[in-house]
Structure formats: C-alpha cells, structure tokens
C-alpha cells in the first residue's frame, strides 16, 4: 500500500489519498468577506488567510481555539566540515532554554496563544557527514517521520513548525539546491553567523554533497542530505494533513525541510503558509519555487518557529475580523 | 509663544521644545538585545522596535500596559465633486458601527489588545468644497487639532491611529500632492472602489485643488486641503509626542494627515511609524518621501486603524522577546 500516510519505506511515501481543501466552504467564506462591512478586497491578505483557514478546517466560519507550536531539534554530522562558528552543545543548550521558557520561541508562542511542545531528536548522535555519505539511513530517516507525526496534535486547528539545530543553515542549502537546482551559492547565507570566507566554504560543502548525492530523487532527497528535524517537519506536515490542520512553516529551514515534499509533489504543501520571509537569500528562492508567499517580512533570521510564531497573530486577527464583523445589512450600512 | 502645543495660531505650531528620543535608553536596549539567547540581529525589525519603543518611553525595557486606539471621523465637502461612490451618509453610519463593534477595527483592537475611542467630528457639518476654497478656516483646523490632542490619554504606552471619512482618500491625494509633488496621478488611487474612470476624475480634482492652495505652506495645507479627522490626527501625534508616546499610524490616509506636519519639521513625526503599507498607489510614495517604512505589507485598504491594530501584535511580539527572553549568561548557553 502506498499512502501519505505510510511510513513503512519512503517510496511508499506518496500523495496518493491525500485530503484536499473544502471548496464548498472556501466559497461560503468569500461569500461571507464580500458581506461584511467594508469595502470589497479591502482586508487584502486577511481575506486571503479566512478563506485558506475555511477550506481546511471545512467549515465557513473556521476558529483557533487550539494553537500548537512544535520545534524539532537535530544535530548534524555535516558540522564536521566547519561550517558553523558554533559548537554543536548549543543546540542541547537552545532545547534547555525553550523548556525553561527563555528563548524568543517562548515569548511568541505566549503573545500569539500558541502551546509549545519541543521534542529534541537523538541530539548526542549526530547524523551522517553528508559531504562523505547518506545523513540518514532509510530507517533513521522513517523514525524521524514518525516522531514528527506522533507528536501533532490531532484536536489542534493551527500548527505552527520550528526547528533548531546548530549547521542546519547548510543543510537546508543543500536540500534547496538539491530539489530547486541552481548554483550553491545562491542557497548559502550567513546562518548564525558565518563571514564571508564562511559563506564560500558552506557553498563549496553544499556543491560537494549535492553532486555526491545527485541520484537521490523524492524524499530520497531528504535521507541523503536531511536530518532528523527536517524528517520529523515532514512526518508533522503530513500528520496534520490528515487532520486537515492547516500548517504555518518557518523560515528557510523548515521550509526546505519540506522541499522533499514538494520536489516528490507539490500537493503535499497546499495546507501549508509560510509565516515570514527569511533574511536568508536562498528563502526568497525557495518561496518562489515552492509558490508562496510569505505572510510577514521582517528581516529575521532565527528559526525556532518565531515567523511562523509571529504570523499566527495576522491568522487570529483575520478570523476575528471574518467572524466577529456584522454584515451590511445587520450593520443597516449602505453600500452592501 | 511658538511650540508644538500652542493651538492658538496655525503659525505658531513649531517644533521648538519638541521631546527627542532618550538616547541612553536605546543604548541600553540594544546592548540587551546583544545579550539575549539568539545570534546577533537575527530579530530584525523586532529588535529595531524594541529599541524605537525604549527610546521614547525612555527606559531600556518598555511595557505596553496600555494601548490606545484613536479613530477619528469626518465629512468632505470635496465630495460634491462626485468623487466617492458611497454617499456621505456611510460615514456616520460605519462610526455607528465602529459604537456596537461590529467593523474590522473592533475585532482587530480585540485581538490586539487596545482600547478603542471613537471621536466623530461635526459629521453633519461637512468641510468645504476644496476645488472651490478653502476646506476649513483657521478656527476650524484649530478646534479640530484640539479635538484630537485631548482625545489622547497621556497613561497610554502607545497610540493607534485611524480614521473614516467618505471621500478622503480623494483628501489624502492633495495632501500628498501638496506636501511632497509630483503628478496627481500617482497619489490617486480606487479607494473605497473607483473605476478607471473614476480614478481620473479624481486625479483632475487633486490637480485643481492643490494648484487652487498652492500659496499655502506648513500647517496652511492642512487647512486648505485637509479634513477634521486629519487635523485631530495631527492634533493625537503632538499630544502624544508631549507625553513620549508612540505612535503607529495606518495606511494611506493617516499618513498623508500629518505630511503637513512632515512640511512643517520632519522631526515631528519621530516618534512615529507606520503600521501598513496600503493597497493605495499613492501610500508606497508617501512613506517614502517621510522616510517611514511600514511594519506590514498584506495588500488592505480599508483604514479605521486597521493596519496600525494589526501592527501593534508585532510590537507586543518585539517587546515580549526584548522583555522576556533569557541572556546567554542566564541560560548558560554558549557563544553569548
């Protein structure tokens, strides 16, 4: 059997069942916008975001009574070939500090009403040097897939994605070149900080693993350049696809970790946002290729999930307008 | 006496005595945005907001305890011109609406967490037919100036500001047009839904108009050109400038308000940002020329506040992580 659902190999990975949005209620929604009092269009991208809300949720007037953020973290054996300034104790460190509620994920998850669950993922077994080999075997890799799909919330109505991961800047490089082509330097950027030695050098490991790895098609892709929060986003992404949650991706790195989503077919996406457009360079191109556009652009560069964190308060804004506004005729307002 | 506060006299509204930015608070927020748990920068325009909001509450962690949203109305005598589908009757009717709560306004306050004041401004006493004279004597500019700075509450942390008017956007282009040049054409726009046709028409009665007041000069534009809910805008953002305030302002029409400002001293509107950029053609130039660059970008186009509500979950967001986030040292982790 092959399935969205099926974790049993990655081939069996396919889109095959895969739920499709509620047109029906898509439309009631834009009948509902074109009523309310305003002009028509004039709530612009919070239209946009209702009617997207509606179709998954398959209902007219969607809620978010339920919020869930999950951050997945990973560390990676392509952090052998320095491509960080950063230890790889850090990201037990960041996993720390989001359980004491100290990180910027925490703070944005408490504004925007999100419940946060961060699940660290075999931190002290690195994955496979990707410049020498696969970074994960098939069956780490369906682990991960698992892991990320258990952990969502299937009452939740909105799921919001981070990760963390000190190198994972370069591994998301390498997925995006992998699935979109291109040149490596286009997919590298500062990460957490690199200089511009540091950036070539990135660009140089990211062309190296790629060409390794040139054979590796679908979420083949994912094993050979992944890591085990990459996989994890994936398994969650298709959890709440099953759920019908609709998703809000980070920046770039949660969004190429689903670029082997896309690259296998791009319909495993459509009940996915992206919550802010990365200072990162290759995001942009990513987006591009992926077809969406960010909801929020505000220059950062920290993934946690903090974008995506932030974007659900536009999400709750546009569904308090599309829900709690009176219509022209209950509002006695002409021009309805 | 000559001031920012005295509305005695149009002329006598100058930026002597005007409160600056505490520069010592800035330094002191950015060099705790320096310590907190993430790379340096990596929260972009968080972290600049942060900064902007320490400098001119003048403490190096502010709080939004409170949140006033400011909408103020008015009628156009402009609009015998036949220059908005809607009749004017829609002004008092949607701030009816904005009273019972049922307008985009109200939900976005909600969510955000402000306090929403609506001040209608003699709806039934519209301003007088620019193309033809001046849209209001000296008196009336000053009264409504009044009007708006009284209506601030000088508790508040930050100040949203909207407005509602059939017809202003038409009130808005001749601002822009006086304050900052160029072509009509570029600083008319579809506004509440004007066709081709009527956009054109509109860009003939800007031209009038601005070429009819073209004598006038600093606060004189306002008079000449603009409306009461313009001058009790600009009326809010010099009491709250008095009371270091920040304000967010909303889209095209807000921000063409204060342009005489703007032509009166730039450093009038430091403390200010704003909230949106709008659908409007004329509100991408405007921002420009008043060196502003908005918060969000999400394709509205209604006003009332809405764009400067929306924005002020990302202040919230930027002041929760500047607040509430652990430092390097606190959490023990490395690299700090």
Redesign the interface.
């Known amino acids: 059997m092959t399935s969205f659902l099926n974790f049993d190999s990655l081939a069996a990975i396919s889109s095959a069942g895969l739920p499709a949005t509620d047109a029906k209620a898509v439309a009631a929604a834009r009948a509902r916008q074109g009523a ?5 269009g ?5 239209e946009a975001l209702a009617e997207f809300m509606a179709g998954w949720r398959g209902t007219a007037q969607p809620k978010i009574d339920k919020a869930q953020a999950l951050v997945f973290a990973g560390n990676h054996g392509v952090c052998a070939q320095g491509i960080n ?3 790889q ?2 990201t037990a ?2 996993v ?2 989001f359980q ?5 994920i ?3 998850c ?3 009403g999100a419940d946060l669950t961060v699940v660290a993922l075999d931190l002290e077994r690195p994955t496979g040097d990707f410049t020498q080999g696969p970074a994960m075997s098939e069956a780490e890799t369906l682990s991960a897939l698992r892991r990320g799909a258990e952990a969502v919330d299937p009452s939740a109505d909105v799921l919001i994605l981070g990760e963390m991961g000190i190198g994972n800047s370069t591994v998301a490089a390498a997925l995006g070149l992998a699935v979109c082509g291109g040149e490596a330097a286009s997919w590298v950027g500062a990460g ?2 690199a200089d511009a030695a540091g950036i070539a050098h990135k660009a140089d490991v990211v062309t190296k693993a790629v060409s390794l790895h040139r054979d590796a098609t679908g979420m083949g892709v994912l094993a050979a350049l992944g890591g085990r929060e990459q996989a994890a986003i994936c398994g969650a992404v298709l959890a709440a696809r099953a759920a019908r949650i609709p998703v809000i991706l980070d920046g770039f790195i949660c969004t190429a970790a689903v670029a082997p989503l896309h690259g296998t077919d791009p319909a495993f996406l459509d009940h996915c946002i992206v919550g802010h457009a990365s ?1 990162e360079p290759g995001h942009t191109r990513l987006c591009e290729a992926l077809g969406k556009d960010p909801v ?7 993934g946690e999930g ?1 974008g995506a964190a ?1 974007a659900l ?2 999400l ?2 546009a569904l ?2 599309h ?4 219509t022209f005729a ?6 309805g």
Chains 1, 2 share one sequence.
């Open positions: 309310l009092t305003k002009p028509p004039s709530l612009g991208r919070l300034p950063f230890p104790e850090v460190q960041m720390a500090n004491h509620g100290g990180a910027a925490n703070q944005l408490a504004v925007a957490t900080g200072r929020l652009r505000m220059d950062m560069a920290l903090s932030l308060n536009i709750r804004s308090a307008c829900n709690g506004m009176a209950e509002a006695g307002v002409a021009g």
